[in-house]
């Protein structure tokens, strides 16, 4: 299998060491222009380039955050390629969800949503069928998970003083925009369930949190829903739990399997 993967952070670093491992060839690092030498220090001699172009990997793995799907998420979908995201906050904006949409749809392109960070979202998904009354996300992390987000305008991260203290009160659909490194899992939530207006996000820091927390309580014909994780940091990057980077390494994998969930 061939692919290309979009960024050279953490989670592509991980994503692309697992897959080479798994037997996958890595064909192609996207980058911005300006940074190849960056993600050539990231990759060794991968060849890097700044656009899809007429590469024909089997698949392409966003992994560089809202900026990265929709640099190049039109032309991957447009060439007729499948892309595995995990920048699912960036959908909240509906003209880039309307055309990335329709390039998939006039150029045979899948857009694949990862789960990232979070789980529940199969049942989430089917109780969407028969009609949700509520769906609530609370995201806790540590401190220093929040930083460079807008917790920074509101909280003082470095002195909480034990106390957790919420940062955002409102619907997936700000907290999307507002937390694009963070608010992912608010986004894959709204989208299994009652949309990005409807869904409810509340986001915390805690001191006392070992683990990025991702809790979902749903209510609906089906029943009720509660699910909680406590994922584990990815090495690198502590705003980032490494079952993001687990999830897109399953979404590609999954892909070679003639048996699939
Ligand atoms: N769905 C989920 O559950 C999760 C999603 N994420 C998303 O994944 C992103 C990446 O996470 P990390 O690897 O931990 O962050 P990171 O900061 O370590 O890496 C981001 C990489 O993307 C590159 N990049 C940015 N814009 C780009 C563009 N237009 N084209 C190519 N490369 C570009 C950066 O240079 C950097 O190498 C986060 O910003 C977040 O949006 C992160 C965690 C969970
Ligand atoms: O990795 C996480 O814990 C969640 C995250 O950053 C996101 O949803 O963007």
């Not at 807008?150 to 919420?166: I, Q, S």
């Amino acid at each position: 299998m061939q692919v290309a993967i979009i960024g050279y952070g953490a989670i592509a670093a991980y994503v692309g060491r697992a897959l080479e491992s798994e037997g996958a060839q890595l064909s192609m690092i996207l980058a911005r222009a300006g940074r190849e030498d960056a993600a050539a220090s990231v990759f060794g001699d991968v060849p890097v380039a700044t656009g899809i172009g007429d590469a024909r990997p089997d698949v392409v793995v966003d992994c560089a955050g809202h900026g990265g799907l929709s640099a190049h998420g039109l032309a991957i979908l447009g060439n007729g390629l499948p892309l595995v995201t995990l920048s699912l906050g960036a959908l909240a904006d509906a003209d880039l969800h309307a055309r990335l949409t329709q390039a998939a749809r006039e150029g045979g392109g899948v857009l694949h949503l990862c789960s990232g960070a979070i789980g529940g979202l199969d049942a989430l998904r089917a109780a969407a069928i028969g009609g949700l009354d509520s769906v609530t996300y609370v995201g806790r992390k540590p401190p220093q998970g929040w930083v460079g987000s807008p917790a920074e305008k509101v909280l003082d991260l470095g002195a909480l003083d034990g106390r957790a203290a919420v940062h955002f009160d409102g619907s997936a659909r700000d907290a999307a925009r507002l937390y694009p490194k963070n608010a992912n899992v608010a986004a894959a939530v709204a989208l299994a369930g009652i949309g990005f207006d409807a869904t409810a996000v509340t986001l915390i820091a805690d001191p006392e949190a070992t683990a990025n927390i991702h809790e979902i309580h749903a209510k609906g014909a089906f029943g009720e829903l509660s699910f909680r994780i406590e994922g584990q940091a990815l090495e690198g990057n502590p705003r980032s739990s490494a079952l993001a980077a687990m999830s897109a390494v399953r979404a590609v994998l999954d892909r070679r399997d003639v048996m699939r969930f």
